[in-house]
């Protein structure tokens, strides 16, 4: 039951987030022995404006 | 101070997040017995596109 | 796909997490119209300690 | 490595934002004892209709 | 009905959790103009063990 | 700056999760073209028993 929530600054297109679901599964599968139908991944693509690192809105950065 | 997040593939009416509102509080004061007032839920509703699952996007299942 | 993740003050019982499960996933089965077999529930137990509500830790409450 | 996660009902303008950013990373500088540069924020706005308290949508209160 | 989620590497003194609290809802009352009664904190204290940075867990930074 | 949260049934150890974080930042920086150094990674451990799959507890499958 591996769960897996990537939360990202900006936008992916349709076939970066099949790269990424298809490779962070594998990983799963491969270094931790979960079956691939156990591995749910959720994407919050999410604005600049939304995010603070060190103080500061990024994409005052 | 159950805090509840339901994260769910596609869109709930308003109906239906009422009622699930009330269901899961209601599962909380008589299993869990806390105060209904003690219960915050916080509904994502996310597309299809931005869920994987066996490796693949949820939309190409 | 719903993933429901609970977050409690306290401990919950062995039964009480069965009854927990079991009622939400009936509740999005009903309601949101999900198979059973795509609902994941993630219980959180955390002490109250690591609780704050209305600017208080919630055991001075 | 802080990382803080503010869910809010309705919407923040940007001022807002930069200013809670601000504080939430003064405060774990001050009290945690965090550089400034590892600490991270993710602001989620969500609506009222997608938040539930004491068994009701917020919007219904 | 802000929830504020710190997740933090290390543990935290009970003096720490409740400056944070506070400190957190303070900042929610007068910028975000949410009632303190409406703000809820969530702390979660996970190891160095349990957290990646650039790669490599962060207590081998 | 993204933020992935694994969330895992049973343990790791320390090795898997080295491997793991290395993976996941290494898509990250091939697929999403972000720079290593803005990739966190957070990896939650949890019993089987605190999980509910189709309606029962993991461990009951």
Chains 1, 2, 3, 4, 5, 6 share one sequence.
Do not use: H
């Not at 693509?45 to 994409?59: M, R």
């Amino acid at each position: 039951m591996p769960y897996i929530n990537l939360r990202i600054a900006g936008e992916l297109s349709r076939e970066q987030k099949q790269k990424i679901v298809a490779e962070f599964t594998d990983t799963m599968v491969r270094i931790a022995c979960k079956p691939a139908e156990y591995v749910v991944v959720a994407i919050d693509e999410k604005p600049e404006e939304d995010w603070g690192w060190g103080g500061k809105l990024l994409d005052e950065l």
